[in-house]
């Protein structure tokens, strides 16, 4: 549903070399994709600190000067060509709910890796499925990733089952290789080529800025 309803909205091009500067707004059924802002960092610290949304992911900013820090942070690497974080805000929100992020690993930005966490109250409503379908194609596209993994601890059975939904190929095993609370854990290494990806699957999108 959510897919057939982005799939109405026009298709905007944006310049390529534009993201450094500032990222586009995207929008998809329900929700819009955006740079991060300074006042995203009280909503993000209450949403993402819980402990069932980092139970599988690398332990975020502590305090809301914490995510400060961090979106500070996110908008120097864009700028330099290194990362891009989408902010994740539903309509009729303000703020942040979650984020999309995706840092190279290969000049160019040829090869990719990313990943995303999103508050506990939006888990199951399908805002992640849409918003990811839409930073999938918009970095596939404009961004012009041709490789991009993510992994995942294999305990963390939605994580990866969102990635299976997306159209990412199981490719193996990573073992012990993600350090959590002392403890090093095995993870699933997914990837998705741009060969692979089909436009007429994803959710079409349009820029606003």
């Given at each position: 549903?959510?897919?057939?309803?982005?799939?109405?909205?026009?298709?905007?091009?944006?310049?390529?070399?534009?993201?450094?500067?500032?990222?586009?707004?995207?929008?998809?059924?329900?929700?819009?994709?955006?740079?991060?802002?300074?006042?995203?960092?009280?909503?993000?610290?209450?949403?993402?600190?819980?402990?069932?949304?980092?139970?599988?992911?690398?332990?975020?900013?502590?305090?809301?000067?914490?995510?400060?820090?961090?979106i500070a942070w996110t908008l120097h690497e864009q700028a330099c060509g290194?990362?891009?974080?989408?902010?994740?805000?539903?309509?009729?929100?303000?703020?942040?709910?979650?984020?999309?992020?995706?840092?190279?690993?290969?000049?160019?930005?040829?090869?990719?890796?990313?990943?995303?966490?999103?508050?506990?109250?939006?888990?199951?409503?399908?805002?992640?499925?849409?918003?990811?379908?839409?930073?999938?194609?918009?970095?596939?596209?404009?961004?012009?990733?041709?490789?991009?993994?993510?992994?995942?601890?294999?305990?963390?059975?939605?994580?990866?089952?969102?990635?299976?939904?997306?159209?990412?190929?199981?490719?193996?095993?990573?073992?012990?290789?993600?350090?959590?609370?002392?403890?090093?854990?095995?993870?699933?290494?997914?990837?998705?080529?741009?060969?692979?990806?089909?436009?007429?699957?994803?959710?079409?999108?349009?820029?606003?800025?």
């Open positions: 549903m959510a897919t057939q309803l982005a799939a109405s909205i026009a298709f905007v091009t944006t310049n390529a070399v534009d993201w450094r500067r500032r990222l586009p707004v995207l929008h998809t059924a329900g929700a819009t994709l955006r740079e991060l802002r300074p006042s995203d960092a009280v909503s993000l610290m209450s949403l993402l600190t819980t402990a069932e949304v980092t139970r599988f992911i690398s332990p975020p900013p502590t305090t809301v000067e914490g995510f400060e820090r961090f290194r990362y891009i974080c989408f902010g994740i805000v539903p309509d009729g929100f303000d703020h942040a709910v979650g984020i999309i992020q995706v840092r190279q690993l290969e000049a160019e930005f040829r090869t990719a890796e990313w990943g995303f966490a999103i508050g506990r109250e939006f888990w199951g409503t399908g805002l992640f499925h849409a918003t990811a379908l839409t930073a999938l194609q918009f970095v596939f596209e404009h961004v012009g990733v041709h490789r991009l993994e993510a992994r995942a601890v294999i305990a963390n059975g939605r994580g990866n089952a969102a990635l299976r939904k997306l159209g990412a190929t199981c490719e193996g095993l990573l073992r012990k290789s993600f350090l959590r609370e002392g403890e090093y854990l095995d993870q699933v290494l997914w990837a998705i080529a741009a060969d692979d990806w089909s436009v007429a699957r994803a959710p079409a999108y349009v820029s606003i800025h």
